[in-house]
């Protein structure tokens, strides 16, 4: 993003090519830069959205680019959660979707998920909430997210026992499974 004239600029590393998006009618006075997200098959990337985020207090709006189509579109979506806080400051992309951490009313950490590039219906599983594993325990440090091999990973070290131990986590369809 270049402040100057509000332009987007996407860039290839492997090819060294850029590519200049120029910003939606008053898109930066009401939205935030949420992140980008790609579509690939076999590891190539066939397309990518850049993403901008409004927020209000009963919906969200996301304003999207698409570099298929060429354009700008919006989408309002009511999150089926009730959440305070979001970090919308380090999504993470993965397979068509972001995520991001979210705090629910009693403070508990959870990730939010959406696809941006959903398969068929646009139903409800767009938007997943995931509880994060080691709520019901003491974690030594702030909950943060990473990729790794293709899937989501979460890494933390939790006291059991009073006996500090490593937790690693990756998330699957079904929730969060422990790899170590």
């Known amino acids: 993003y270049v402040v100057t004239n509000q332009s987007f600029y996407v860039a290839n590393p492997v ?27 076999d590891e190539v990337v066939l397309g990518y959205k850049v993403v901008l985020l409004e927020k209000k207090k009963n919906f969200t709006s996301f304003l999207i680019y698409s570099s298929e189509t060429g354009s700008w579109s919006l989408e309002t979506v ?12 380090n999504p993470i992309s993965l397979n068509g979707k972001l995520h991001w951490l979210a705090h629910n009313p009693e403070y508990k950490d959870f990730l939010v998920s ?3 590039y959903p398969s068929g219906d646009k139903g409800s599983d767009r938007c997943r909430v995931t509880p994060f594993p080691d709520l019901d325990k003491t974690t030594k440090f702030k909950r943060a997210c990473t990729t790794c091999q293709g899937f989501l990973m979460y890494i933390n070290i939790v006291s059991v026992a009073e006996v500090d131990k490593l ?14």
């Not at 120029?22 to 898109?27: F, M, T």
């Not at 009511?78 to 400051?89: D, K, V």
């Not at 937790?167 to 170590?180: A, Y």
């Open 15 to 41: 090819s060294r090519q850029c590519v200049e998006i120029l910003p939606h009618n008053h898109a930066m006075e009401r939205f935030w830069i949420l992140g980008i997200v790609t579509r690939t098959e």
């Open 114 to 116: 959406f696809d941006f």
């Open 167 to 180: 937790c690693v986590w990756r998330l699957k369809s079904e929730g969060w499974q422990l790899v170590s």
């Open 78 to 89: 009511s999150f089926p959660f009730t959440f305070i806080a979001q970090e919308f400051n």
